[in-house]
Structures are given as C-alpha cells and as structure tokens.
C-alpha cells in the first residue's frame, strides 16, 4: 500500500512588516504589501499567476508499505518564484526572482517511518546596496529568501511537518497535504536579513537559519484581523521588547492587541497556559468582563502590536474570540 503526503510554504510580505526607514518604499507605493493568502491552500499555481506570494516550497512524499514495514519510499515537489512589481507613478517595473538550485537531503529511514528534508528559494527581485568588509564597501545585490521543510511519513500512514528553518524575512505560512493551514513563522527581522543574506548566510553557504515557528489563530482571528488594519480607524503601533509585558493580569484595560510580529506568552496566576503568534487578537476578555485584564501576556520575542478600540468588533465577535481564547477551562 502507498501512502503519499505533502507539506507546502508559502512566503508573503504582511502589512507593517517593516519599520522604520525601510517601510518608505512601500509607503510612498514603490513597493507593495501582500494580500494574507488564503486559509485553505486548493490552487498553488493560481496563487502564483496572480502575483500573492513572493516564493514558495512544495515537498511531496510518499512511502510503500507492506506487511505493516516501509519497503521503499520518494519525494518530489518543487519551489515556485514569484515576482516583485515596483511602481513609479503610473508605470510599473517588474522584478522576477532568481531560483537557487533545490537542496534535498537524503531521506531519513527509522523503525517504521521515513523523514524527507527539501529547501528552496532564492534571490529576490530587487537589487539592494550592503556594507561589505573589502572596497568598495558597498556591494549591490539581493538577498536570499527560502524555507526548509522536514516531512515524515509513518508505515500506518501518518504524517508530521516541520518549518525546520528560514529566512528572517519575509513571513512563511505552512500548509497541511489538504491545504489546511497549520503553522506559520512569528518573528520577522528585515534588518538582520537585508543585512545578512547572503553568500554563506544562507543554506547554500552551509548555514540555514532556525525558524521560530507559532500555533495558527482561528480564522475568526485573520477576518477580524484584516477589519482592525484595512478599517476606517488606524490603531496605533507598539512595540514590546522581549521579557516586558504587554499587559498584567489585573490591570485596567478597554483595548484589543492584535499581536503583528512575535510570539507573547499568556500567564494566568504566574502559570504559562499558552504562546501565541501573528495573527491573534488578544484582550478581548477584559472588554467583555469587567474591564480587568485576565491574564499577563510576556514578550518572548520582539514584538509589534496593533492597539484597536473595542468599537473597531462587534460584540457578538469578541464573544466567539473569548470562547476560544478561555485556555485555563480546557
């Protein structure tokens, strides 16, 4: 009997993934923000023509088992490219990424499973100037973005994925073999990547980056989401350094985080219940109970979040978002 499965990455830039001066290009409308892509992932190549990813990693696998033992086993897949359309007023440039040549390593065998390992990307479209230690000290070129993906299938036909490793920039969401998203990267550093990848700072160079990887929000949470950032009231920005709290249990609280990059811990009575990623709307307890916050939330990461007014939901939507959010019930 065969059993085949599959794991899939795809890299987009969100909104607000940049600050600082880096985020001018894209302010004044040069470059351009990504689309969230979808929660169910049904047409890779679709996605593809219509430009709303920058790369993307597709490992597929398949074992044959027999008497209850894996007798042989395969991988293919492949990496997609997208582009980078920079605009200059009414004209647009497009810029088409540059594939690195595929890295498999060789299959792993254990007692009753096979783990395949595949990584891919490349150079991005736009060209970008960085410090170099030699003359003349400033060298144009474009970074290096990929994913590695890990994908292990038992003899009963099971099967695990990994985000093993990536790029710092931009964000990676992982997608099940029924294209289900289960996990997503949490933490983007454009800087330390803009700066850094490149030559050996790279798989290809023998040096992939570990990739910190967070649970998935509902999809309630990427709906509510996209009305808090692309709504009529801006939020406001902050920015929480790793190790302070957002919020303590206890305190006074009538605003809606809704975590942007990194990944908070939530605290009830001094207890870690959860870790939370990108995507998820937290301090809606507070809002409906009472006014004081239920839970501290720790930074275990650097973290960027977008502070909303209650009045940004509808009630009945908080509502479910608690429900879901009640961690110390379950």
């Not at 990455?9 to 923000?33: Q, R």
């Not at 700072?201 to 509510?224: C, F, I, K, M, Y």
Request: charged share 25%.
């Amino acid at each position: 009997m065969r059993f085949e499965s599959s794991v899939t990455s795809v890299s987009w830039i969100p909104s607000e993934a940049l600050t600082g001066l880096f985020k001018l290009p894209f302010d004044l409308g040069i470059g351009h923000y990504d689309d969230p892509p979808p929660d169910v992932l049904d047409d890779l190549e679709a996605l593809q023509a219509a430009h709303r990813f920058r790369f993307a990693n597709q490992l597929r696998a398949w074992v044959e088992v027999s008497d209850g033992r894996i007798v042989d086993h395969g991988q293919s897949g492949a990496g997609h490219m997208g582009v980078t359309i920079a605009r200059l007023g009414p004209k647009a440039v497009t810029f088409t990424a540059i594939a690195l040549p595929e890295l498999r390593a060789a299959p792993e065998v254990g007692d009753g499973w096979v783990r395949f390992q595949q990584t891919n990307g490349g150079r991005t479209g736009t060209p970008m100037p960085r410090r170099v230690a030699r003359a003349p000290f400033v060298q144009i070129t474009s970074p290096t973005a990929w994913t590695t993906l890990a994908l292990t299938i038992h003899a009963d036909g099971g099967a695990e994925r990994e985000l093993v490793g990536a790029s710092s920039f931009p964000r990676h969401w992982v997608y099940d073999a029924d294209g289900a998203l289960v996990a997503k990267s949490g933490l983007i550093d454009y800087k330390d990547w803009a700066l850094r990848a490149f030559g050996d700072h790279s798989p290809w160079g023998d040096r992939d980056s570990e990739a910190v990887v967070t649970q998935v929000e509902t999809a309630l949470e990427r709906e509510l989401s996209t009305k808090i950032m692309r709504g009529g009231a801006r939020p406001r920005m902050r920015k929480v350094s790793a190790g302070q709290s957002l919020v303590e249990q206890g305190d006074e609280g009538h605003e809606l985080f809704l975590l942007l990059d990194g990944v908070l811990r939530i605290e009830v009575d001094g207890a870690a219940l959860a870790e939370v990623g990108p995507g998820a709307l937290l301090g809606e307890r507070a809002i409906l109970e009472g006014g004081r916050r239920t839970s501290t939330m720790v930074a275990v990461t650097p973290c960027r979040v977008a502070v909303a007014s209650a009045e940004q939901v509808d009630t009945e939507a908080l509502v479910a978002v608690a429900r879901a959010h009640r961690r110390e019930d379950g």
